[in-house]
Nanobody, 126 residues
Framework: QVHLVESGGGLVQAGGSLRLSCADSGRTLVTYAMGWFRQAPGKERELVAAISVGGSSTYYSDSVKGRFTISRDNAKVTVYLQMNNLKPEDTAVYYC???????????????????WGRGTQVTVST
């Protein structure tokens, strides 16, 4: 049983930072590939970052490269998204997603993810 819960969203000024967390109450994330997606008003949901089971392989969208960092702490059964130098265009609802039995490079298609959190709002003001 997988139950993903995101936390860490909020309102920040442009140039600020936030760290999102995603935890599984069932303590199973250590065997899942993980991804962070976001959806802004009027836009399609997009993959922001993803990380493999062991954490050795990561992916970032071009829009966040150099600013965001995805990581995981398997001992704490938690995945993080550190967001630095935030921009107004980063404003969106951010979702944590998990894919079981997917080893190696993490999936990039949202349809390949099995489980989803309910999302956390990130708002970046000017």
């Amino acid at each position: 049983q997988v139950h993903l819960v995101e936390s860490g969203g909020g309102l920040v000024q442009a140039g600020g930072s936030l760290r999102l967390s995603c935890a599984d109450s069932g303590r199973t994330l250590v065997t899942y590939a993980m991804g962070w997606f976001r959806q802004a008003p009027g836009k399609e949901r997009e993959l922001v970052a993803a990380i493999s089971v062991g954490g050795s392989s990561t992916y970032y969208s071009d829009s966040v490269k150099g600013r965001f960092t995805i990581s995981r702490d398997n001992a704490k059964v938690t995945v993080y998204l550190q967001m630095n130098n935030l921009k107004p265009e980063d404003t969106a609802v951010y979702y944590c997603a998990a894919r079981a039995a997917w080893f190696g490079t993490p999936p990039r298609d949202q349809k390949d993810y099995d489980y989803w959190g309910r999302g956390t709002q990130v708002t970046v003001s000017t």
